[in-house]
């Protein structure tokens, strides 16, 4: 049986992803993990024409398209007595159109961009002008006033960057805010901040408290010339994303220094990332984080032989090497397991990139493993 030596050649099996060997100068700051309750986007829209298009328009068998177009000829006392008045016409199409409020807010008079999609049959809006559209809160409720108002006007030159969908386009600064939109991020003297998915956790919670008490026991000096007192529990991990952190009383009525200070603390001490294999089958790709391990194990590869990962194959092979045969038949490994026991999940990548196994191979490999429980992570996909 011909021996394949194990090489440190991954290609396109693996995209390693080592968030919890961070170089011993980086730093990892409050604002990298986690944002302000409250600061977020907002969503914006309306339904509108577009109009100037090349032929390319929804066309007269399109209703909606030319009701709206019947409506606006009156309303500009220009109106439509037949249908036959339009007939033909594909100069026009009838689009959703989208605006996103940042999610630091925004003031009255600022222009944002709009997105516009086409709803009905038009094969592309390229060349287009959107006629002014009113936008309202996409959560628009009939029954409640408060979403009734209009928010915005859109309208503008449509440019549309993607060939591939001439039917979605955006306008740059399309949009101008009729009112203010700010968010408010302090409560009952307090700040809380949501970690982000991926540090989601009580350790990181944990450790972003730490680090603010840490950060935060020594503050600037107060305005009568004494040491200003924070309390040791200035910040509380309140569950497994959120974290709670207590304004100062001197600092109550301008906050945004003291909220800065929080946002760019750094954490001394990381948690260590949970051991984690991630899959993604559109791009045939595997990652993964934290320290994860496979225990003793043989597979099996149709056409390309038998991978031994954690002990050896044959008197004299070494752990994680790969053998292969053709056609490919079945090792007796050797029963003595090397010191630590597990293996790490990088061998396991290494022996399958030795005998050129095909991304559908490994990530089947890896769905075995965690299902017969000789993986030691938390699979997930994406």
């Known amino acids: ?26 730093e990892v700051r409050v604002q990298d993990i986690a944002r302000l309750q409250g600061q977020r986007t907002n969503k914006l829209m309306g339904y509108g024409l577009v109009v100037g298009l090349a032929g390319t328009g929804d066309g007269e068998k ?16 220009a109106p439509i007595l037949t249908e ?13 159109v989208e605006a996103t409020i940042p999610e630091h807010g925004a003031r009255e008079g600022q222009a944002i961009d709009v997105v516009v999609s086409a709803v009905g049959t038009a094969k592309s809006l390229r060349g287009g002008q959107l006629l002014t559209t009113p936008l309202q809160y996409a959560m628009f409720d009939p029954q409640d006033p408060a979403t009734q108002g209009i928010l915005a006007l859109a309208g503008g030159q449509v440019l549309t960057p993607d060939e591939s969908t001439p039917t979605r386009g955006i306008i740059r600064q399309g949009a101008t805010l009729e009112e203010d939109f700010l968010y408010h991020f302090v409560q009952d003297g307090c700040i809380t901040l949501v970690l982000d998915d991926a540090h989601a956790g009580w350790p990181w919670t944990h450790m972003v408290a730490r680090a603010l008490n840490h950060e935060l026991s020594a503050p600037p000096v107060a305005a009568g010339g004494g ?15 959120n974290v709670l952190v207590r304004i100062p009383e001197y600092e109550l009525e301008q906050p945004a220094g003291f909220i800065s200070r929080v946002l760019q ?3 001394f001490v990381l948690p260590e990332q949970p051991a984690r294999v991630t899959i993604n089958r559109t791009t045939r790709s595997v990652s993964f984080t934290g320290t994860v391990t496979v225990s003793p194990t043989v597979l099996q590869l149709p056409g390309l032989g038998t991978v ?5 194959a044959a008197p004299g092979a070494q752990p994680g090497e790969a053998t292969a045969s053709t056609p490919p038949t079945a090792t007796t490994p050797n029963a003595a397991v090397p010191a630590g026991g597990a293996a790490e999940f990088s ?6 990139s030795a005998v050129k196994a095909t991304p559908e191979q490994l990530i089947n490999a890896i769905e075995h493993l965690h299902k017969t429980g000789s993986l030691h992570a938390q699979l997930q996909y994406e």
């Open 1 to 26: 049986m011909k021996r394949v030596r194990q090489r440190a050649r991954v290609g396109w099996i693996v995209g390693w992803t080592l968030a919890a060997t961070l170089p011993a100068t980086a």
């Open 62 to 77: 399109y209703a909606p398209t030319m009701r709206a177009l019947m409506k606006l000829h009156q309303r500009y006392h």
């Open 84 to 96: 036959a008045d339009i007939k033909g016409n594909r100069s026009v199409a009838i689009v959703a």
């Open 227 to 241: 040491p200003a007192v924070v309390s040791a529990d200035t910040a509380l991990a309140l569950g497994p994303r």
């Open 265 to 267: 603390t750094p954490l």
């Open 308 to 312: 031994v990962i954690g002990r050896s």
């Open 347 to 352: 061998e396991l990548l290494n022996a399958l």
